[in-house]
T-cell receptor, first 112, second 113 residues
Framework: GESVGLHLPTLSVQEGDNSIINCAYS??????FIWYKQESGKGPQFIID???NMDKRQGQRVTVLLNKTVKHLSLQIAATQPGDSAVYFC???????????WGLGTSLAVNP | GAGVSQSPSNKVTEKGKDVELRCDPI?????LYWYRQSLGQGLEFLIY????????KSGLPSDRFSAERTGGSVSTLTIQRTQQEDSAVYLC???????????FGPGTRLTVL
């Protein structure tokens, strides 16, 4: 069935390096994509979103890239910090579908 | 402003007992969602409320699970005759509109002994 999946279940980076977390989606009707960060013991927190009419969107130290041709979404974190250690989820919404489709999550570990 | 709150934060119960989990969404948010998350897993959709429309219950795993949303605000998720496999973190989220960003509460960790 249609789903959102992540290429890398775990990612380990050095503090100060850039991190890239990838996500693949298969529903071509999806027009809204969101990245969430979930720290241990907490609920997911919104990081950044992007609509399908955009290819790139930047936030504070984070950038989301959307490649609709290959149905690929990525989250880039610049100068990764220990506080960035968490599980990152991508999610998609296909217009009239009211429910977000969630990926399995990628665990990011930042080494000092 | 206040975010989504959930209570209790932790609940330990015995197999066969009923439990009620509460969610207070952000004021003014018309959409409310319940999810379940097992340890180290992703989010499992349970149920969705949007305004006065009939809720989308397609994610409820069995008829032991039910939820209601009173007055378009507070929601209660009820699990009857709890089983050990019900043990998980139950997360509530709300959004201004159905297709907007969801804001999550801290979750209720349910442990069924």
């Amino acid at each position: 069935g249609e789903s959102v999946g992540l290429h890398l279940p775990t990612l380990s980076v050095q503090e100060g390096d850039n991190s890239i977390i990838n996500c693949a989606y298969s529903n071509s009707a999806s027009d809204y994509f969101i990245w969430y960060k979930q720290e241990s013991g907490k609920g997911p927190q919104f990081i950044i979103d992007i609509r399908s009419n955009m290819d790139k969107r930047q936030g504070q130290r984070v950038t989301v890239l959307l490649n609709k041709t290959v149905k690929h979404l990525s989250l880039q974190i610049a100068a990764t910090q220990p506080g960035d250690s968490a599980v990152y989820f991508c999610a998609e919404n296909a217009g009239n579908n009211r429910k977000l489709i969630w990926g399995l999550g990628t665990s990011l570990a930042v080494n000092p | 402003g206040a975010g989504v709150s959930q209570s209790p934060s932790n609940k330990v119960t015995e197999k066969g007992k009923d439990v009620e989990l509460r969610c207070d969404p952000i004021s003014g948010h018309t959409a409310l969602y319940w999810y379940r998350q097992s340890l180290g897993q992703g989010l499992e959709f349970l149920i969705y409320f949007q305004g006065n429309s009939a809720p989308d219950k397609s994610g409820l795993p069995s008829d032991r699970f039910s939820a209601e949303r009173t007055g378009g605000s507070v929601s209660t998720l009820t699990i009857q005759r709890t089983q050990q496999e019900d043990s998980a973190v139950y997360l509530c989220a709300s959004s201004l509109m159905a297709t907007d960003t969801q804001y999550f509460g801290p979750g209720t960790r349910l442990t069924v002994l």
